[in-house]
């Protein structure tokens, strides 16, 4: 009889016919910067150079767009590799760290079936700009269409990115495809978009619960009421006055009724009577 497989087998057997060792994730960020286009893009060469020698699972491939004052950039690899990368380009204690200024993630996908690109690579690029500039603290529809530019424009660019040759510039059609940077400048600005350092901190710092009683049982004894039995219950009294008429018509119904009561029993006790005298009869 063939052994039973646990999830655990069942999961290794997945992660071993894609050839991997863990689940893979896309993340998607932007951010804004102050080293110009080519420190952008030799910091962020050397945070995943350095990741890469001490990593010894999934690697971080992905691509990063440059502009002037932002970066848009998508990353793939472990859950243990995107928070890594994350931390390393936010870290205060690096040289550059004071010209990284704000970064929110705008995308997240997890346990992906297969990368969009199988190294890493760097673009430098001038984008069109909008004819309006979009809106500062938007509703969250519009933060979410936004969202969906951005990242349909980001997408859009690698596929057509795959079929030049290496190292071609962003030029052309493929230069007017690409995200606005007023278009980053909102998401930037949106409270509804998550900030890099926050995020990195939530998941540092263990959540503190202050309100225990509400996930904890028994109850705490102020919230069960003891005394239900021990006061007496107030009756509801009927404000609405009743007609007169409709007053006699029940006191007559209930006299009726007290009448049949005392003849139906009446009757009872002839009745008995007469088979007692027929019994003494016999």
Same mark, same amino acid.
């Given at each position: 009889?063939? @052994?039973r497989q646990s999830m655990l087998d069942v999961v290794k057997n997945c992660l071993l016919s894609s050839g991997r060792s863990t689940y893979l994730h896309r993340l998607l960020y932007v951010g804004e910067h102050g080293l110009g286009r080519g420190g952008?893009?030799?910091?962020?060469?050397?945070?995943?150079?350095?990741?890469?020698?001490?990593?010894?699972? %999934?690697?971080?491939?992905?691509?990063?767009?440059?502009?002037?004052?932002?970066?848009?950039?998508?990353?793939?690899?472990?859950?243990?590799?995107?928070?890594?990368?994350?931390?390393?380009?936010?870290?205060?204690g690096v040289e550059e760290a004071p010209k990284i200024k704000r970064v929110k993630v705008i995308f997240e996908a997890t346990h992906i079936n297969k990368r969009c690109l199988s190294s890493w690579t760097s673009r430098s690029a001038s984008p069109p700009k909008?004819? @309006?500039?979009?809106?500062?603290? @938007?509703?969250?529809?519009?933060?979410?269409?936004?969202?969906?530019a951005v990242l349909g424009k980001t997408l859009r660019m690698l596929d057509a990115l795959k079929k030049l040759p290496p190292g071609a510039p962003l030029s052309g059609p493929i230069a007017l495809q690409l995200p606005e940077p007023e278009l980053l400048e909102a998401l930037l600005a949106s409270p509804l978009v998550r900030d890099v350092r926050a995020l990195l901190e939530e998941q540092r710092v263990p959540p503190r619960i202050t309100l225990? %009683? *509400?996930?904890?049982?028994?109850?705490?004894?102020?919230?069960?009421?003891?005394?239900?039995?021990?006061?007496? @219950?107030?009756?509801?009294?009927? *404000? %609405?006055?009743?007609?007169?008429?409709?007053?006699?018509?029940?006191?007559?119904?209930?006299?009726?009724?007290?009448?049949?009561?005392?003849?139906?029993?009446? *009757?009872?006790?002839?009745?008995?009577?007469?088979?007692?005298e027929e019994e003494g009869d016999d």
């Open positions: 009889m063939e @052994a952008l893009e030799e910091f962020m060469k050397n945070v995943v150079s350095a990741q890469g020698d001490q990593l010894r699972e %999934e690697g971080l491939t992905g691509f990063l767009l440059v502009y002037q004052d932002h970066f848009i950039h998508l990353v793939e690899g472990s859950e243990s590799t995107l928070t890594r990368h994350l931390q390393r380009v936010v870290d205060p909008l004819a @309006a500039v979009p809106k500062a603290g @938007a509703a969250v529809a519009e933060t979410a269409r936004q969202v969906d225990y %009683e *509400d996930v904890v049982w028994p109850m705490q004894s102020d919230f069960v009421p003891y005394d239900l039995l021990k006061q007496p @219950a107030e009756q509801p009294e009927d *404000d %609405e006055p009743q007609d007169e008429s409709q007053g006699k018509d029940e006191e007559e119904a209930d006299e009726a009724g007290r009448s049949m009561s005392r003849e139906g029993s009446g *009757d009872q006790q002839r009745v008995e009577e007469e088979e007692l």
